[in-house]
């Protein structure tokens, strides 16, 4: 059964930056799109950034030019570096596979708290 495990979220101050990690098992990356998603409190899932099977991007208007998403196929990890982080990039960060939908079963997550 495919398996998303992500890490890498912290307390950081606005204006911080912070990478996002995401293990993933039993998904080959070379064929498989991938995004970061985030919820917060009492909100629904938010797509934040997608990378295709051919490494296409987009991204959410909120964190153009500020989030940049990657994968390292060899180690089976998705990547979300996150630089200039604002209040309202506070959330609980998932990825899951998709381009336009999550199509897997959500992992546990990882908490980005941006505060001063």
């Known amino acids: 059964q495919e398996q998303f495990v992500e890490s890498g979220g912290a307390l950081v101050q606005p204006g911080g930056s912070l990478r996002l990690s995401c293990k993933v098992s039993r998904i080959n990356l070379d064929f498989t799109a991938m995004a970061w998603y985030r919820q917060a409190p009492g909100k629904e899932h938010e797509l934040v950034a997608a990378?295709?099977?051919?490494?296409?991007?987009k991204y959410a208007d909120s964190v153009k030019g500020r989030f940049t998403i990657s994968k390292n196929i060899a180690e089976k990890t998705l990547f979300l570096q996150m630089n200039n982080l604002n209040i309202e990039d506070t959330a609980v960060y998932y990825c899951?596979?998709?381009?336009?939908?999550?199509?897997?079963?959500w992992g546990q997550g990882t908490q980005v708290t941006v505060s001063a």
């Open positions: 899951n596979r998709g381009w336009t939908k999550p199509e897997g079963a």
């Open positions: 990378i295709s099977a051919l490494d296409t991007e």
